[in-house]
């Protein structure tokens, strides 16, 4: 065979000859040495071979035959077994039981790629000893049904067995989600994180992330049998992270971001850029109006108004945003899940890399609203490294803050019924001990009136940052949507619009705000206090 083509054989093989090696051996090391043997024996093979009609079928019999060779030496060097069990030689019946195994092994193995249907087909045959008419009166079939599923399982186990069957990178090298979250509502059952708690199905999302794939499919990539595999991808697709297609394929519906250092640097440079922006042109004016916001009479804790600050700043934050920049509304992107989630689903992959700037000040949970139209609440909340509250919008409850609103009406009574709320929202530093007695450590507004006056007092945002924000919204668009499939574009633009008031900028403007002495860091027992605002409405 030219040596042309020769080459081009070699390039297809390698690493399904690889995957062949790392299942005989176990051993990543004494794969990567039988995988070189192979390559060379069906390079060479395939030289002095003027055609081969079957390639796979040629190349998987020389794979078997290297690795029996291997074994016999192993055996022959280490005088743990015999040198008759596991001679390679072709009329040796010590080889022939060898093949023998290793033929019965991937046999099953095979089965088990089948499908569900055929699958089960297969063994109640075979290894069940059941007729075909009692399959077919136990699966509710006909008989003629039973016979060609039969017919059509043996014949895909004969092309396959002739087959080298190869382990997808997935199955090499699994990704692992390192962030998992939601934009909308959660259901009862959770959210991303809790869907995707395991690893394999985190592979499973990421591996029909790109293109649609079958379950056979998705087993190949993951290199494992798709026995594991039917029930996990049934759930993920009966709650609305995988969409069922035609053909049997299977694609991922959600956010996946696979971030890189050159997408994380560009991504910091630009919202660090608009940050100082908006301080500038919007956010500075606010350490002028500390009075006007004041005399609306919204309750600052210790009338402190570096603290009022820390919450009023992030929620106008919101407020930065342009209905008209809205390229794609969230009723067009959410799903509906079968647990009353009403959410997108978004998750990034966990990546060593470094970069230039310090990732924890950056990170951020939030808008999270709480209300309650029975107590008459509406709670606002945004996580921050200043924070340092922890368990995120999981432990952002609409139940302490109807409790901290009965505490403030004068509705919660110092008694043992109550002692666990105390604790809880002492815990949280919503209330502080003091000797005077309890403080309340959270920024609020007493009734409708006084929450009206503080959202009229703060400024309109100008036709300048609409201009701004229009262009920014451009250039994460253009880095988001690197390397993202076609399917999830409106998702890509979702999250890449009206940037200026979406809630991962506003860490950037905090710490813009901290490095130029605007805004000073809270004191360790105000800070898990911060950045909260409660609206009580009572008249």
Known sequence: ME??????????????????????????????????????????????KPEVLDPASYIFRIAHYVWARSVGEKARSSNHA?????????????????????????????????????????????YGGMSIRDIAASMGLSGGTVKWHLFEAKKELRSRMNAIRSIGNLGLIPIRMGMMGHCGSPGHKGDTADFLSTTLRQNIAYAAYRKPLTIKEIAEELGVSPVFIE?????LEEYGFLDQLPGGKYRTNMFIEDPSAAKSEALHKLFAEYAEFLVERYFRRFFTMADAFLETGVYVPGGDANLLMWSIVPYAGKLLT??????????????????????????????DFEVSFDPRYYGVCGDMHRRSDEHAINAWQLDTHWCGREGNWRDCLLSDFVSLAHFIRGNLPQNEANLDVYRRLIDKQYLLQTDAGYEVNVVYCRDRQTGE???????????????????LDGEVYRINLEGQPEHVKPYVQFFSQNMMGNSIIRPYVLKALVDAGLLKEPEPHRRKGISTILFIDRD
């Open 322 to 351: 342009f209905k008209e920049l809205d390229k794609v509304t969230a009723e067009e992107t959410y799903v509906k899940r079968k647990d009353g989630g009403h959410y997108i689903a978004t998750a990034r992959i966990a990546r």
């Open 82 to 126: 015999r040198i008759e069990d596991c001679e390679p030689a072709s009329g040796d019946a010590g080889f022939g039981a060898i093949i023998d195994r290793e033929t019965a092994g991937e046999l099953r193995r095979e089965i088990a790629f089948l499908s569900r249907q055929q699958r089960e087909i297969v063994i109640k045959y075979y």
């Open 453 to 471: 006056r503080l959202r009229s007092a703060i400024p309109k945002p100008s036709d300048e940052i609409r201009e701004a924000g229009k262009k």
């Open 231 to 235: 029930d996990e991808v049934a759930v």
């Open 3 to 48: 040596k042309h083509l020769v080459d081009r054989f070699i390039m297809d093989y390698v690493r399904p000859l690889y995957g062949f090696a790392l299942r005989k051996t176990g051993s990543i090391a004494e794969a990567e040495e039988l995988a070189g043997r192979i390559t060379l024996e069906v390079y060479q093979s395939l030289l002095r």
